[in-house]
């Protein structure tokens, strides 16, 4: 291995929280895109990264003060790469190695809420990973007559605060240490300068005004050039994940992955495990960058590399890439013996083995292998068997093999059609049949209205 302490790479960041504390919007704040608003529902459905780059991170932090007597605050890392995580599902994928993908991850936390189910949750796939967090306790502009001035360090702004607003202030922010200490989690503020090992830093923000945004970037910055430079220092030997596999137009299905350590370059030939229970082999026809501080996943023209080095978000065109599997990672073949080898390591290392379906259960599809996997997961936790798992459009065919449930158990004789078109004889043959079809876009609403539907067949 070819490590040296003096050539860090960006580290991977997630963001984690409960639902509605303000992970998109304090993103979105970050990379001045308005995501958010193009979401379906609100809620962020697929994964994309944001390449932060130092200039960026310089001008956010120029802004803290450093602490009295010490040197005013310099960065070292060559960016942040931060992954816009939709809910913990995803975050259970994402393992590289068996461990983490994500070096730091930022835990955002309703300061008007305290902790709710999934803070509960979040903290607990945090532990597991042995990821460590920060605590972005969010919303400050709510406390009673705020003064904003996102231009200021936060610990001077709270200063100039009037004496009622500093009161709520200190109240929420203990009830709030209270409730996580009671997680088993031992917070601090972030200036209060404790040891990272025994204290999780809180860093209070507004994603709305920006107030505490440098504050909370500078932290992140600090926490992975201060504490763990090590595991932030770039290695030759590859390390990618696969975040997503899509459609691209112009370049048929193609994978969103993030080269963490180690290059790749065009002509590579790649192997990573497959769906089917077969790993893929295949070469590397292009690499897609998206352009900086934007998101992989809005529309944009690319950039195509030649090659590539760790950290960043890509995205990889070749053939082949249709039974790939989000959440895996992949290895390069540097010469053609390596190929058997690599195949039996990659498939080895698949995290999800062949999708186990039932033969009485309901037909489950969808667009993006990402969603779906959380939609089986849900499945999985409320004990509801899928007797088929297919990516693409509801066509006529599939609902004549959901049909087939109507003579075996009726209540299972649904499709659950995950953001994908249901087309019209499909449609008028599931009318007809007594199929029922249900369609929608996020994971969250198909797998609510699902479960309204069985609830009912119990009653
Ligand atoms: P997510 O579900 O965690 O991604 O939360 P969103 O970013 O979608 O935010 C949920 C709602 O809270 C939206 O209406 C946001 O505008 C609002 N929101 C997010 N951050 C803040 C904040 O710092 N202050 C206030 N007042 N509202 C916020
Ligand atoms: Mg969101």
């Not at 290392?349 to 996997?373: A, D, N």
């Not at 599939?398 to 299972?412: G, N, R, T, Y």
């Not at 079809?437 to 009912?456: A, G, P, W």
């Amino acid at each position: 291995e070819n490590r040296s302490l003096d050539h860090l790479r960006a580290p991977v960041i997630c963001v984690l929280g409960h639902v509605d504390t303000g992970k998109t919007k304090l993103l979105d704040k970050l990379r001045c895109t308005n995501v958010q608003k193009s979401e379906a529902g609100g809620i962020t459905q697929q994964i994309g990264a944001t390449n932060v780059p130092i200039d960026v991170l310089r001008e956010l932090t120029k802004i803290v003060r450093p602490p009295k007597g010490s040197q005013p605050f310099k960065i070292k890392i060559p960016g942040l790469l931060i992954i816009d995580t939709p809910g913990h599902e995803h975050f259970r994928l994402m393992r590289s190695r068996g461990s983490s993908l994500c070096d730091l991850a930022i835990l955002v936390v309703d300061i008007m809420h305290g902790v709710e189910p999934q803070t509960i949750e979040s903290i607990k796939l945090l532990q597991d990973r042995g990821t460590p967090f920060i605590v972005a306790l969010n919303k400050i502009d709510r406390l009673f007559e705020w003064q904003s001035n996102p231009k200021k360090d936060f610990w001077d702004l709270l200063k100039m605060q009037k004496d009622h607003t500093k009161v709520e202030f200190e109240h929420r922010l203990s009830s709030a240490k209270l409730q996580l200490s009671e997680q088993g989690l031992n917070t601090k503020m972030y200036y209060e300068y404790s040891d990272p090992k025994e204290y999780s830093w809180i860093v209070p923000t507004s994603a709305i005004t920006g107030d505490g945004i440098a504050n909370l970037i500078a932290t992140v910055v600090k926490y992975n050039q201060e504490i763990q430079p090590e595991k932030i220092t770039f290695s030759e030997e590859l390390e990618a994940t696969v975040l997503e596999v899509k459609q691209t137009i112009g370049h048929g299905i193609t994978i969103d992955v993030i080269l963490k350590n180690g290059s790749l370059k065009i002509g590579d030939t790649i192997v990573l495990p497959g769906s089917k229970g077969r790993p893929i082999v295949t070469q590397i026809r292009a690499l897609l960058l998206p352009k900086p501080n934007r998101e992989l996943r809005i529309k944009t023209e690319y950039a195509e590399p030649k090659n590539i080095k760790g950290c960043q978000g890509v995205k990889i065109v070749a053939k082949g890439l249709k039974s790939a599997i989000a959440g895996s990672s992949f290895l390069v073949a540097r010469c053609q013996n390596e190929i058997e080898i690599l195949k039996d390591l990659s498939q080895e290392k698949e995290i999800l083995g062949c999708i186990q379906c039932e033969k009485r259960g309901v037909y489950v599809q969808g667009s993006l292998l990402g969603s779906l996997e959380a939609l089986l997961e849900l499945l999985k936790q409320d004990k509801i068997p899928y007797s088929n798992v297919r990516l693409g459009n509801v066509i006529k065919s599939d609902v004549v093999k959901a049909s087939i449930m109507l003579e075996h158990d009726p209540k299972f004789a649904c499709i659950l059609a995950l953001d994908v078109e249901v087309e019209r004889d499909a449609q008028e043959y599931a009318d007809a049949k007594g199929v029922r079809i249900f369609k929608e876009d996020t994971v969250y609403r198909l797998f609510d209205s699902f479960k309204k539907h069985i609830q009912n067949h119990q009653k």
